[in-house]
Nanobody, 125 residues
Framework: QVQLVESGGGSVQPGGSLRLSCAAS????????MAWFRQAPRKEREGVAV???????NYAEVVRGRFTISQDNSKNTLYLQMNTLKPEDTAMYYC???????????????????WGQGTQVTVSS
């Protein structure tokens, strides 16, 4: 069956960096669009970055220029490189797989079929 397993979360000071990984199994990740979402306490889950199966990427405005989404097809693994982290980036981060519509709707959770269990990122001094 389809499985997504995130790793790489942790605690970091403001201005620091982390790289999240999402190992996919049960399907070939390059045949699906992949994305990262995050959810902070008492907030809705929000889209962070998407890598469509045609190679197109897009980012939430609040992370654009600081985060980079990428994929290693040989390892069936999705990554999120996060630089210049801010306290407001603190959240549980989830990866997702699916075939969303192209355009801004990628950030809607309803567009995605499969989800990982999440990895916690805490940015604090």
């Amino acid at each position: 069956q389809v499985q997504l397993v995130e790793s790489g979360g942790g605690s970091v000071q403001p201005g620091g960096s982390l790289r999240l990984s999402c190992a996919a199994s049960g399907f070939i990740s390059s045949t699906y669009s992949m994305a990262w979402f995050r959810q902070a306490p008492r907030k809705e889950r929000e889209g962070v970055a998407v890598l469509h199966r045609n190679g197109y990427t897009n980012y939430a405005e609040v992370v654009r220029g600081r985060f980079t989404i990428s994929q290693d097809n040989s390892k069936n693994t999705l990554y999120l490189q996060m630089n210049t982290l801010k306290p407001e980036d603190t959240a549980m981060y989830y990866c997702a797989a699916g075939r969303p519509l192209y355009g801004p709707s990628w950030s809607r959770t309803s567009q995605w079929d499969y989800w990982g269990q999440g990895t916690q990122v805490t940015v604090s001094s």
